[in-house]
């Protein structure tokens, strides 16, 4: 009960304070009012030298003590005026993050921009939670700079990126700015291969179009190339002779031997008493090795029926549809 009081405080007044906003959308600028400003540990050691020279000057009645305790504390408020202004203006932008598989790091790209005339140094760019490491960039007046960031991904679904935390002690160290962002993006997280991996299923529906182990050996002739075909059936003797009659197409070799078995990754046809996260598991190692086989596959998962097909597109459609088993009404 206490933990809780003590969150719900801390977020009330991270959320009045800092200004922390929910996602935002697009291009966001840091403005002035949203920098915060505070003495680092070397300007709070500052500010003792500083009394100390004060009280020398006072003491001793020394003009040029004085001189100096003022220039310093002038020098001071520039460092801080300049610090603040290290962040203030600069332009954020979510940037591209990949899909990744449940246990790994998910990748978030975030771009800094710096539309003004002074270049921006020595800028610390994390995730707010404790433990990130954050990233030192440097970005050039009219420049950009990109940085990619870590974040867990333990389990299946959509992943939110967390919020950024910006920090710069530029130039003398005085004093720490900072500003916090929350980027509207989300990494795909799929489902982990199992493991260890359990055979592909040697049971599926006949087909006639000649993929499979059987059959291979009746040559048929040659064909237009089909969205599927292995890379091991193109006729690549007739590609590389640049024969006209094709017309730059691929052609692929067809064979004939009657029926095949179909490879068909079904999700009704794995045993009941497997947990839901362990049949997801199964059957993503199974796209996975399917893909490595460049064995074509048929895909079916409740109202999800793809295939059979081979290539990217088709990988990645099935390990999408795993990852969003069970979340798609709810999202």
């Given at each position: 009960?206490?933990?809780?009081?003590?969150?719900?405080?801390?977020?009330?007044?991270?959320?009045?304070?800092?200004?922390?906003?929910?996602?935002?959308?697009?291009?966001?600028?840091?403005?002035?009012?949203?920098?915060?400003?505070?003495?680092?540990?070397?300007?709070l050691a500052f500010v003792v030298l500083l009394l100390v020279m004060l009280i020398g000057a006072l003491n001793y009645n020394l003009g040029l003590g004085w001189a100096l305790t003022f220039f310093a504390a002038a020098c001071a408020v520039a460092d801080m005026l300049?610090?603040?202004?290290?962040?203030?203006?600069?332009?954020?932008?979510?940037?591209?993050?990949?899909?990744?598989?449940?246990?790994?790091?998910?990748?978030?790209?975030?771009?800094?921009?710096?539309?003004?005339?002074?270049?921006?140094?020595?800028?610390?760019?994390?995730?707010?939670?404790?433990?990130?490491?954050?990233?030192?960039?440097?970005?050039?007046?009219?420049?950009?700079?990109?940085?990619?960031?870590?974040?867990?991904?333990?389990?299946?679904?959509?992943?939110?990126?967390?919020?950024?935390?910006?920090?710069?002690?530029?130039?003398?160290?005085?004093?720490?700015?900072?500003?916090?962002?929350?980027?509207?993006?989300?990494?795909?997280?799929?489902?982990?291969?199992?493991?260890?991996?359990?055979?592909?299923?040697?049971?599926?529906?006949?087909?006639?179009?000649?993929?499979?182990?059987?059959?291979?050996?009746?040559?048929?002739?040659?064909?237009?190339?089909?969205?599927?075909?292995?890379?091991?059936?193109?006729?690549?003797?007739?590609?590389?002779?640049?024969?006209?009659?094709?017309?730059?197409?691929?052609?692929?070799?067809?064979?004939?031997?009657?029926?095949?078995?179909?490879?068909?990754?079904?999700?009704?046809?794995?045993?009941?008493?497997?947990?839901?996260?362990?049949?997801?598991?199964?059957?993503?190692?199974?796209?996975?090795?399917?893909?490595?086989?460049?064995?074509?596959?048929?895909?079916?998962?409740?109202?999800?029926?793809?295939?059979?097909?081979?290539?990217?597109?088709?990988?990645?459609?099935?390990?999408?549809?795993?990852?969003?088993?069970?979340?798609?009404?709810?999202?």
């Amino acid at each position: 009960m206490r933990g809780a009081l003590q969150a719900w405080y801390r977020k009330g007044r991270d959320q009045w304070l800092f200004q922390l906003r929910a996602r935002e959308p697009g291009v966001v600028t840091l403005g002035m009012r949203r920098v915060f400003i505070v003495p680092a540990r070397a300007g709070l050691a500052f500010v003792v030298l500083l009394l100390v020279m004060l009280i020398g000057a006072l003491n001793y009645n020394l003009g040029l003590g004085w001189a100096l305790t003022f220039f310093a504390a002038a020098c001071a408020v520039a460092d801080m005026l300049l610090t603040a202004r290290n962040l203030a203006g600069l332009q954020l932008a979510p940037g591209r993050a990949p899909p990744v598989f449940a246990g790994e790091a998910a990748q978030f790209e975030l771009l800094v921009r710096n539309p003004g005339r002074r270049e921006r140094f020595a800028l610390w760019i994390g995730f707010q939670a404790d433990g990130q490491p954050r990233q030192a960039v440097d970005v050039a007046a009219g420049g950009a700079s990109a940085v990619l960031l870590s974040a867990p991904a333990p389990q299946r679904g959509w992943l939110a990126a967390p919020r950024v935390r910006l920090v710069t002690r530029f130039p003398l160290g005085l004093f720490r700015a900072w500003s916090y962002w929350q980027p509207d993006a989300q990494v795909l997280v799929y489902p982990a291969p199992e493991l260890p991996a359990q055979p592909l299923p040697s049971s599926g529906a006949a087909s006639e179009d000649g993929h499979g182990a059987v059959g291979l050996d009746n040559f048929a002739g040659i064909r237009a190339y089909q969205a599927g075909d292995p890379l091991r059936h193109l006729a690549w003797r007739q590609i590389a002779r640049h024969d006209p009659a094709l017309g730059g197409q691929l052609v692929s070799k067809h064979f004939e031997g009657g029926a095949v078995a179909e490879l068909a990754l079904d999700f009704a046809a794995l045993p009941p008493q497997l947990p839901l996260e362990q049949k997801l598991s199964r059957m993503a190692r199974w796209v996975l090795m399917a893909e490595q086989g460049a064995v074509p596959y048929r895909f079916r998962l409740a109202q999800h029926d793809y295939g059979p097909a081979l290539g990217d597109a088709h990988q990645a459609a099935c390990l999408r549809a795993l990852a969003l088993f069970g979340q798609e009404d709810a999202a």
